[in-house]
Each structure stands twice: as structure tokens, then as C-alpha cells.
């Protein structure tokens, strides 16, 4: 998946889903990246998109973006 601004979407980035509420990409099924909390045992039957975590919201699954999803910071992984 890729962000709005053209930037695809990799384990581990900061996002911004929309005012008042971040997150953090913890499973890219796109690039098959999985984090430890989120093993492809169990999420790679969802086939695409990404796993946003959000502090604010919960586990939200993305196929497409929405238009105020936005990068705010890579990993650095």
C-alpha cells in the first residue's frame, strides 16, 4: 500500500491517521513484514493493505488509504 504522497508503507512507520489520532504500522502484508506482535501466522490472510496500531482508535486494517493517512516518520529498520 501506498501513502497519498506516493511513499509505500513499511513496518514500523510513524502515521498519522487523521487529527487526533497516530499510529504505528506493525504488519505490512504488501512487503510480507510482520512484527513479532503481529506474526504472518495470523495476519496473512487478510492478502494486502497494512495493520495500522493506534493508541487512540485500536488495530485498524488498511486496503487503501485514506486521504489523510499520512507518514510521519520512518523506523529506521
Known sequence: ???P??????????VRLWD??????VCSLDTAEYSSEYPESQWSYLKSGV??????VGLI???EPESSLALLERSGR
Open 1 to 3: 500500500m501506498k501513502y
Open 5 to 14: 504522497s506516493g511513499e509505500g508503507a513499511r513496518l514500523g512507520d510513524n
Open 20 to 25: 487526533g489520532a497516530d499510529g504505528v504500522v
Open 61 to 63: 486494517h488498511y486496503i
Open 51 to 56: 495493520l495500522i496500531l493506534s493508541p487512540q
